[in-house]
Structure formats: structure tokens, C-alpha cells
């Protein structure tokens, strides 16, 4: 399965942002959908999954009451709503697929998009 994340930008402090991941190649619905970022400098890190029947949803303690992982499967897409945005979540956002569960290891995910830069200023 090929992926396509979108709709990254330049935001300011408080400020929403819906990032979206197309799939192509095959259907997204066996998959466990994943959101990972990598701040400035620093390693690429877990942020959102959601399994793949979307009744089950994982987070990082960072984003946690902010950011909200879904999916489409008609759509073949997967969403990460970003509500109040930070600085510190100034990243490049990588949505990612894998058939093993909900996982936060970022080893564990067979498929990656290439990625699309969030910017939070303050």
C-alpha cells in the first residue's frame, strides 16, 4: 500500500490543523493506522493510532485532549485532527500502516507516507 500525507502548514499557537493520509494500492481497512512526527533535530516519534476497525484509538500523553486519529475506510484515508496547537508540535508528520496492532514502535509499521511539515509559531 502506497501512502500520501497532506495538509500540513504554518499555523500560529491555538490554531487547528487536519492532516489526511491517502492510501493507493490497496484497501487501508486491514490495516492499524499510526501518526508519527519528527520534531527539529530530534527522533522520530509516535503520536496517534487507530485500529483497524476504528474502535479503538491509542495516543501519546503529548497530544492527548488535543489531537483526534480517524479514518475513512470508503475513503481510503486516514485524518489526524490537531486542535490547539503548540510550538513544540512543529514536526514533519508521517502517517504510517501495519498489520500487527496498535503499536507505537515506529519499527513495527511496514508502510510510510513521505511525510508533510507542521509549523506552529507563537
Known amino acids: 500500500v502506497q501512502l500520501q500525507a497532506s495538509g500540513g502548514g504554518l499555523v500560529q499557537a491555538g490554531g487547528s490543523l487536519r492532516l489526511s493520509c491517502a492510501a493507493s494500492?490497496?484497501?487501508?481497512?486491514?490495516?492499524?493506522m499510526g501518526w508519527f512526527r519528527q520534531p527539529p533535530g530530534r527522533e522520530r516519534e509516535f503520536v496517534a493510532a487507530?485500529?483497524?476497525?476504528?474502535?479503538?484509538?491509542r495516543y501519546a500523553d503529548s497530544v492527548k485532549g488535543r489531537f483526534t486519529i480517524s479514518r475513512d475506510d470508503a475513503k481510503n484515508t486516514a485524518y489526524l485532527q490537531m486542535n490547539s496547537l503548540k510550538p513544540e508540535d512543529t514536526a514533519i508528520y508521517y502517517c504510517?500502516?501495519?498489520?500487527?496492532?496498535?503499536?507505537?514502535?515506529?519499527?513495527?509499521?511496514?508502510?510510510w507516507g513521505q511525510g508533510t511539515l507542521v509549523t506552529v509559531s507563537s
Open positions: 504510517a500502516a501495519n498489520l500487527a496492532g496498535l503499536m507505537a514502535s515506529a519499527t513495527l509499521y511496514e508502510h
Open positions: 487507530i485500529s483497524w476497525r476504528g474502535d479503538n484509538t
Open positions: 494500492g490497496r484497501t487501508l481497512s486491514m490495516y492499524v
